[in-house]
T-cell receptor
Framework: DAGVTQSPTHLIKTRGQQVTLRCSPKSGHDTVSWYQQALGQGPQFIFQ???????QRGNFPDRFSGHQFPNYSSELNVNALLLGDSALYLC?????????????FGPGTRLTVT | QKEVEQNSGPLSVPEGAIASLNCTYS??????FFWYRQYSGKSPELIMF????GDKEDGRFTAQLNKASQYVSLLIRDSQPSDSATYLCAVRVASGYALNFGKGTSLLVTP
């Protein structure tokens, strides 16, 4: 049973560029959330996708956008990168029908903006 | 006001002892509570979740929830050096689906 997968593992970009991160959820999961984790901090919620739509969004600017595909996989796009966007980007998946609603994280993508 | 608060530590306990990790939250309507373990350079790993008042046990781990006091804790019995990690408390918001995380407590189990 494959867990949550993310690609790429590491990424180095220049300020002002755009980046796309990818996530495949755990088998049987239909909901994907994205989080940003800065060094020494807990993960911060960016947004969640369910049924190919953004269901909830955290306090992040419009430079952060996403997409969910019919197979439940998801992308996170960040435009006009800033130095402060350097962080670990985590994808988490869950099965919306479960009352416990536990979320499982992928290995993350480490983004460095120079 | 920070929504989920944890003592950053480090919390140091000797091998074989009980480690007690604590978390408070501000949203009284919060529904579900989670503990994640995160090793340095790795992603968070779910170890426990609880949504009813009281205790929930799973192996060496016990989660405790007190909604009246807005307090959730994690006990690790017979602590091992491999338990040394950062423990993140997460709370599902009352109004939606996001998890709000604390900054985490660093646990060091010394041989």
């Amino acid at each position: 049973d494959a867990g949550v997968t993310q690609s790429p593992t590491h990424l180095i970009k220049t300020r002002g560029q755009q980046v796309t991160l990818r996530c495949s959820p755990k088998s049987g999961h239909d909901t994907v959330s994205w989080y940003q984790q800065a060094l020494g901090q807990g993960p911060q919620f960016i947004f969640q996708y369910y049924e190919e739509e953004e269901r909830q969004r955290g306090n992040f600017p419009d430079r952060f956008s996403g997409h969910q595909f019919p197979n439940y996989s998801s992308e996170l796009n960040v435009n006009a990168l800033l130095l402060g966007d350097s962080a670990l980007y985590l994808c988490a998946s869950t099965e919306t029908s479960r009352a416990s609603y536990e979320q499982y994280f992928g290995p993350g993508t480490r983004l460095t903006v120079t | 006001q920070k929504e989920v608060e944890q003592n950053s530590g480090p919390l140091s306990v000797p091998e074989g002892a009980i480690a007690s990790l604590n978390c408070t939250y501000s949203d009284r309507g919060s529904q579900s509570f989670f503990w994640y373990r995160q090793y340095s350079g790795k992603s968070p790993e779910l170890i426990m979740f609880i949504y009813s008042n009281g205790d929930k046990e799973d192996g060496r781990f016990t989660a405790q929830l007190n909604k009246a006091s807005q307090y959730v804790s994690l006990l690790i019995r017979d602590s091992q050096p491999s338990d040394s990690a950062t423990y993140l408390c997460a709370v599902r918001v009352a109004s939606g689906y996001a998890l709000n995380f604390g900054k985490g407590t660093s646990l060091l189990v010394t041989p």
